[in-house]
């Protein structure tokens, strides 16, 4: 540290100690009492004090220089990833290579800050040569290495690995960011060995009940020319499908199509297996297991009416269109043997019928809370239509009908429509709809409301109501055949009336969640490294989220084996991280109590095994190559591994930084001085005093 005055001209400096001198000699020049030695000696403390006094007042800076050394830094990342054991090179010795790489951290110790990660799906401090990572993400180690040494001086990065990543970025794009060159240790081998392998899987982890689906299995094959292999594949443990494929040259890549069929709901286990060959490198990327979600996503439909009618045609036709709605025609004397509570929405179409002939129907239609889309017309008995629901009311109804524009309705948000279909739908020709005064006692939304004639009215023609989470939709008239052969004169290329159709019984049959606890997980589908999230709510009866109760958790894997879990309350819900687990299915039910009433709730997640390491035997040792090259650095086989430090050694750009760091401050500002004037002054007045002077 070196510390100098600056910002005050010498010349300040040489007035002030003249002012001193003026300012002793002015005093002590016709003392004659003072001893001669004690009058000079106080002659200099007034001089030293004066100057002192007076070149404070110019306020001088004092300049501080400090000067800090920063020795280069040498990161030694270790690849601690499955790949690593699994294949390696002829003549290698791994404790001599463990014992070598920690020799020459020792080494580079002498002269360097050196700093040891090892790395696979996550970077950790120190080295670790386990190789148990089920992943190989270079990519965070240089992130790292960048967020945790920016500014700092990172003379060489060393890093071992066998040149296999697959996961997070491409390295290459990482260390353009890090100014430091990076010396490589090739781990594995390059030459490819015997081995066939399943090396990627594509598939939807969600199909629909009866629904076919097609996998890609992508099959790859070293050093196996002119033989071949069976694909097999289980589903549960039962094997559904085999396949031969035959294999040509020596580095053999085919991606195989195998379409499979959805005939039953839950989580589906499907195995694929490749059968080994002889001499095979690893038989571990042989098989790979994935899970597959089958959800029944078909809703039921159920038209009901009391004699045909072309619009029923148009309706079943429009809801069959989507393959994940099924729509069944009831009529007359059917309807009593119908049991609707197996559909999830029912469509009454002039029902109530004026010859009452579906009373015993309606009445159980009227104990189930299902959703109902009412569809009134010539035939409607009116009068039991407003006594079988409260909601709307069609008075004053003397058996006779009127033409009903449809008039599209603003602000109607339940579901979309096109701009062409809007135009499509208000262009249509009337409904017929039974006379009388429209009264509606709920909160509704129309989507269309009636013109008569020219006549726009704020009556609803078609329109839907929500009661305590049931959905009801109501169209005043019939008629829609009409409307089907408009699209067909004007030759529509896509259906607005389909469209409409498809839409409002999508949104009557959509369930509104009512329950009062739910438990869930983050997502269905887990890798085997990711953490278990659980999150949780319960309801009071007013349905607002409570957690005074305690949840318990109880998750049981595919042996049968339980493990128990207690939530931790949030600010109003609950959650849960329950850890990694094992590949496999598991499943879950939670319990709690509120109000002396219990609740349960359950579901499923599925973890998947990570076999990315085991997808790629050959070391990519080029990659390597253009990492330390693109950095000026240089890559080494493991046998030369001590030889990095003396490279690093020879490295004329890796060297010790000095930092100058200075700092200004006012001279006033150090109180010492303070004293110093004080006591300078006290001792001349005492000195005075005791010798007689004033």
């Known amino acids: 540290m070196n510390s100098f005055f600056a910002g005050t001209s010498i010349l300040y400096f040489l007035a002030c100690l003249a002012l001193g001198f003026i300012y002793a000699w002015l005093l002590y020049r016709n003392n004659k009492n003072l001893d001669k030695k004690l009058q000079y000696g106080l002659t200099t403390i007034r001089i030293i004090a004066v100057t002192t006094i007076a070149w404070l007042l110019f306020a001088p800076l004092i300049k501080t220089l400090n000067y800090t050394l920063d020795k280069p830094v040498i990161i030694i990342g270790q690849d601690n990833s499955l790949s690593v054991s699994q294949v390696k090179a002829v003549g290698f010795d791994q404790k001599l290579y463990e014992q070598n790489l920690k020799r020459l951290q020792d080494k580079l110790s002498d002269k360097y800050e050196v700093k040891t990660y090892n790395f696979s799906d996550k970077v950790s401090d120190g080295l670790d040569f386990k190789n148990n990572g089920k992943l190989t993400d270079a990519s965070s180690f240089f992130q790292k290495i960048k967020d945790e040494y920016t500014n700092r001086n990172v003379g060489a990065i060393v890093l071992?690995?066998?040149?296999?990543?697959?996961?997070?970025?491409?390295?290459?794009?990482?260390?353009?960011?890090?100014?430091?060159?990076?010396?490589?240790?090739?781990l594995g081998d390059s030459i490819p060995k015997r081995d066939v392998l399943i090396s990627n899987v594509n598939y939807n982890n969600i199909v629909y009940l009866d629904d076919d689906f097609t996998v890609e299995v992508q099959v790859q094959a070293f050093q196996s020319n002119n033989e071949s292999t069976t694909l097999s594949v289980n589903q549960n443990g039962a094997k559904v499908q085999q396949q031969n494929i035959s294999i040509s040259g020596n580095s053999f890549v085919k991606t195989i199509p195998v379409k499979l069929h959805a005939g039953k709901i839950g989580i589906q286990k499907y195995t694929i297996q490749l059968s080994t060959f002889q001499n095979e490198i690893t038989t571990k990327n042989?098989?790979?297991?994935?899970?597959?979600?089958?959800?029944?996503?078909?809703?039921?439909?159920?038209?009901?009416?009391?004699?045909?009618?072309?619009?029923?045609?148009?309706?079943?036709?429009?809801?069959?269109?989507?393959?994940?709605?099924?729509?069944?025609?009831?009529?007359?004397?059917?309807?009593?043997?119908?049991?609707?509570?197996?559909?999830?929405?029912?469509?009454?179409?002039?029902?109530?019928?004026?010859?009452?002939?579906?009373?015993?129907?309606l009445q159980k239609v009227n104990d189930l809370r299902k959703p109902i889309w009412?569809?009134?017309?010539?035939?409607?008995?009116?009068?039991?239509?407003?006594?079988?629901?409260?909601?709307?009311?069609?008075?004053?109804?003397?058996?006779?009908?009127?033409?009903?524009?449809?008039?599209?309705?603003?602000?109607?948000?339940?579901?979309?429509?096109?701009?062409?279909?809007?135009?499509?739908?208000?262009?249509?020709?009337?409904?017929?709809?039974?006379?009388?005064?429209?009264?509606?006692?709920?909160?509704?939304?129309?989507?269309?409301?009636?013109?008569?004639?020219?006549?726009?009215?704020?009556?609803?023609?078609?329109?839907?109501?929500?009661?305590?989470?049931?959905?009801?939709?109501?169209?005043?008239?019939?008629?829609?055949?009409?409307?089907?052969?408009?699209?067909?004169?004007?030759?529509?290329?896509?259906?607005?009336?389909?469209?409409?159709?498809?839409?409002?019984?999508?949104?009557?049959?959509?369930?509104?969640?009512?329950?009062?606890?739910?438990?869930?997980?983050?997502?269905?589908?887990?890798?085997?490294?990711?953490?278990?999230?659980?999150?949780?709510?319960?309801?009071?009866?007013?349905?607002?989220?409570?957690?005074?109760?305690?949840?318990?958790?109880?998750?049981?894997?595919?042996?049968?084996?339980?493990?128990n879990y207690v939530f931790s309350k949030?600010?109003?819900?609950?959650?849960?991280?329950?850890?990694?687990?094992?590949?496999?299915?598991?499943?879950?039910?939670?319990?709690?109590?509120?109000?002396?009433?219990k609740f349960t709730a359950s579901g499923s997640f599925y973890v998947n095994a990570l076999i990315a390491e085991y997808q790629q035997t050959t070391a990519n040792h080029q990659l390597l190559h253009t990492i330390s090259k693109q950095s000026n650095g240089k890559l080494f086989m493991p046998a030369d591994l001590l030889k990095i430090a003396d490279e690093i050694l020879e490295n004329e750009n890796i060297k010790t930084i000095s930092y100058e760091d200075r700092k200004y401050d006012e001279l006033i500002n150090l109180k010492w001085l303070f004293g110093l004037i004080l006591v300078l002054l006290t001792t001349e007045w005492f000195l005075r005093k005791r010798n007689g002077e004033l």
């Open 160 to 186: 071992a690995t066998d040149g296999i990543f697959n996961h997070g970025g491409n390295p290459l794009y990482s260390i353009n960011q890090i100014n430091a060159p990076v010396y490589s240790i090739a």
């Open 570 to 597: 949030t600010e109003n819900g609950y959650q849960l991280d329950a850890g990694t687990m094992p590949a496999g299915n598991y499943s879950y039910i939670a319990n709690t109590s509120l109000g002396g009433q």
């Open 374 to 563: 009412y569809i009134l017309g010539a035939q409607s008995n009116v009068s039991a239509f407003n006594q079988i629901q409260n909601q709307v009311n069609l008075s004053s109804a003397n058996g006779s009908i009127q033409e009903v524009y449809p008039d599209l309705a603003n602000g109607f948000t339940n579901f979309n429509l096109s701009d062409g279909a809007k135009k499509q739908l208000s262009d249509f020709d009337p409904l017929l709809m039974p006379f009388g005064k429209l009264t509606v006692n709920a909160n509704s939304t129309p989507i269309f409301n009636q013109r008569i004639g020219k006549v726009n009215t704020s009556q609803p023609l078609f329109f839907f109501t929500n009661e305590s989470g049931l959905k009801t939709g109501y169209l005043m008239g019939e008629g829609l055949w009409r409307w089907k052969l408009s699209e067909a004169e004007n030759e529509s290329q896509e259906s607005a009336l389909n469209d409409l159709i498809a839409k409002t019984v999508q949104y009557l049959s959509v369930k509104d969640d009512k329950q009062r606890f739910k438990i869930f997980t983050s997502k269905s589908a887990y890798d085997e490294n990711e953490t278990i999230q659980f999150n949780g709510t319960l309801y009071n009866e007013s349905y607002q989220p409570v957690n005074e109760s305690e949840v318990k958790l109880q998750v049981k894997n595919e042996a049968g084996k339980y493990f």
């Open 286 to 361: 042989n098989t790979q297991t994935f899970y597959v979600e089958v959800i029944d996503g078909r809703q039921k439909i159920l038209l009901a009416a009391a004699a045909p009618h072309p619009d029923l045609s148009v309706l079943k036709e429009a809801i069959s269109i989507n393959k994940h709605y099924e729509a069944k025609l009831a009529l007359a004397d059917d309807l009593n043997s119908i049991d609707p509570s197996k559909f999830d929405l029912i469509v009454l179409y002039q029902l109530p019928d004026a010859q009452n002939t579906s009373n015993s129907f």
